[in-house]
C-alpha cells in the first residue's frame, strides 16, 4: 500500500494550510461574534461569503468530490489530507465547499441524477450559491435501522405525494437550504430492501413545516441545525426520483465509503487541533512547581493522543487506498471499522485537552467543548457504533463459517 500523495494533492495541501494560517484561524472569535452580536441564532456571517469567494479563486474548492468533470478528480487518498485540514474549525469545510451534508448530496446527484436533476440542483450546489439536507431519520421509528422508515411516497399520476416526519435533518433550517433529499417508502410490496426511494424535494414546496430545531447538548448549531420536521400531502413530479423506484438503499449504501472518509478525516484534524491546544495549554501554565507539561501523566496523555492519531489516520488512510484501487466492496470492514475507532481516538483526545485546560476546556474560550459535543453525537450519528460493530463481527465471524 502506497500512501504517497500526488503532486496536485501535495500543493493543495501547502495551499489550504496557509489559508487557515491567513484566513481562517485569524477569523475564528469574528465569526463566533458576528453570529452572537447578530442575535439572530440562523445569522450567516458575511466572513463566510467573503472567505468562500476567496477560496474559489484560489481554486480551493469542490475538492471533495472525485469526478473530475463536476469536482476536482482527486482521489480519496489524495482528498483525505485536506479533509484533516479543514476539520480544524468546525465552520471550515463550507468555505471550500466541502461541507456534509452538502457533499453527500452532490456525490449523488453526480452518480445517480438525470440532466435535469444536475442542472437544477447540482450546478447550484457545486456553486455554492445553495445548500442542501437529507432527510431519513424519524422520531417515530429506530432509524439506525433503515429499513423501519416508515413515510411515505405515495404515486398520483405524474406526481408524488409525500407524508411523514422527521427529524435531525441536518443543515433543514439553513435559510439556503433549497433542496432536501427525502427517503421514504414508495413500494411497501417489494422486500425490506427495496422498498425505499430517495425523491428531490425543493423547501419551498407547500406543505414542509420545521416544528423545531433539536439542540445537541444545549448548542442549537445555528443555520447549520438540524431540525425535526413535518411533511404534509406534500407533492412533487415524478422526475425528482433519484435512480428510480426501490433504489433508495442502494444510493444510501453508495453515500458511504468516501463519505466516511471526509468525516473520519475532518474528526482527525479536530484531534490534532485538540492535542496542540493541549500542549500550548500545558505549557504556558504552573502548578506546586512545576509546568503542566512536565507532570508524568500530562505527558502520559499527549503520547497517547500522538499514538491514538497515528492509528487513526494510518487505518484511515488505509481504508481510503482500498476504495481508490480494491474497491467500497472489499474496503466494508476498515469502512466500519473507522467509524468507530477514529471516533474513539478523537474523544480520547479531545477530553484530555480538555482536562489539561482546567475550567476553561468547559468553556466557550476554546474550541474543545464544542468539539466534544461534536465528537461524542457522531458515536451515534452516520449510524450508531453498534450498528458498525456488529457488521465488523459478523464479517469476521462468516471468515470462519
Ligand atoms: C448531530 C446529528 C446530526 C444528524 N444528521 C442527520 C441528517 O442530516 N439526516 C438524517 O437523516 N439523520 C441525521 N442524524 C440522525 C442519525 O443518523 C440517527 O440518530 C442514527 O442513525 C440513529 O438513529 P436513532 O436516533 O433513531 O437511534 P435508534 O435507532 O433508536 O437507536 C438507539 C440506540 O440503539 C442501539 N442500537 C441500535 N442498533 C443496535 C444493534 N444492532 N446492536 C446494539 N445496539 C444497537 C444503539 O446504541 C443506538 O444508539 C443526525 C444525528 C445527529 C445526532
Known amino acids: 500500500m502506497d500512501f504517497k500523495f500526488s503532486q496536485k494533492s501535495l500543493d493543495l495541501q501547502e495551499k489550504m494550510n496557509k489559508f487557515f494560517e491567513e484566513h481562517i484561524f485569524p477569523n475564528e472569535e469574528a465569526y463566533e461574534k458576528a453570529i452572537l452580536d447578530s442575535g439572530d441564532p440562523l445569522h450567516i456571517p458575511e466572513l463566510l461569503d467573503e472567505l468562500k469567494e476567496k477560496a474559489r479563486k484560489e481554486n480551493l474548492w469542490n475538492l471533495f468530490l472525485p469526478d473530475s468533470e463536476y469536482g476536482a478528480g482527486l482521489t480519496n487518498v489524495d482528498y483525505a489530507p485536506l479533509a484533516e485540514i479543514t476539520g480544524q474549525v468546525w465552520w471550515a469545510p463550507e468555505v471550500f465547499n466541502c461541507s456534509a451534508p452538502d457533499t453527500g448530496n452532490m456525490e449523488i446527484l453526480a452518480e445517480f441524477g ?20 437529507f432527510a431519513m431519520t424519524e422520531p417515530d421509528v429506530a432509524s439506525s435501522d433503515a429499513t423501519n422508515i416508515s413515510s411515505s411516497i405515495v404515486s398520483d399520476g405524474d406526481n408524488y405525494v409525500i407524508n411523514g416526519r422527521k427529524w435531525w435533518t441536518s443543515n433543514a433550517i439553513n435559510p439556503r437550504a433549497k433542496i432536501c433529499i427525502f427517503m421514504g417508502i414508495t413500494n411497501p410490496e417489494n422486500p425490506p430492501h427495496t422498498r425505499q426511494s430517495q425523491v428531490l424535494v ?3 414546496t407547500e406543505g ?66 485538540a492535542l496542540q491546544l493541549m500542549i500550548k495549554r500545558a505549557l504556558s501554565r504552573e502548578t506546586f512547581g512545576t509546568k503542566i507539561s512536565d507532570h508524568g501523566v500530562v505527558q502520559d496523555w499527549i503520547a497517547r493522543s500522538r499514538i491514538k492519531i497515528e492509528e487513526a489516520r494510518l487505518l ?50 476554546t474550541p474543545l467543548a464544542k468539539m466534544s459535543a461534536g465528537v461524542r453525537t457522531l458515536r451515534i450519528a452516520d449510524g450508531p457504533d453498534e450498528v458498525h460493530l456488529r457488521s465488523i463481527a459478523r464479517r469476521e465471524i462468516n471468515k470462519h463459517t
Open 208 to 273: 414542509i413545516t420545521i416544528v423545531r430545531p433539536m439542540h445537541v447538548y444545549g448548542y442549537d448549531d445555528g443555520y447549520t441545525g438540524h431540525p425535526e420536521l413535518n411533511f404534509e400531502n406534500v407533492v412533487v413530479p415524478k422526475s425528482n426520483i433519484i435512480g428510480g423506484e426501490g433504489m433508495g438503499f442502494k444510493i444510501a449504501q453508495a453515500r458511504l465509503g468516501p463519505g466516511r472518509i471526509h468525516h473520519c478525516m475532518r474528526t482527525i484534524g479536530m484531534a490534532e487541533r
Open 202 to 204: 425543493p423547501m419551498d
Open 316 to 365: 484511515t488512510l488505509k481504508t481510503a487506498w482500498l476504495i481508490d484501487n480494491v474497491g467500497k466492496e472489499q474496503a466494508k470492514i476498515e469502512i466500519s471499522a473507522i467509524k468507530v475507532g477514529v471516533i474513539e481516538a478523537a474523544s480520547y483526545v479531545i477530553d484530555k485537552a480538555i482536562q489539561a485546560h482546567g475550567a476553561m476546556g468547559v468553556s466557550q474560550d
Open 114 to 133: 438525470t440532466q435535469e436533476q444536475k442542472d437544477q440542483w447540482l450546478t447550484p450546489l457545486l456553486n455554492g450559491d445553495i445548500r442542501s439536507c
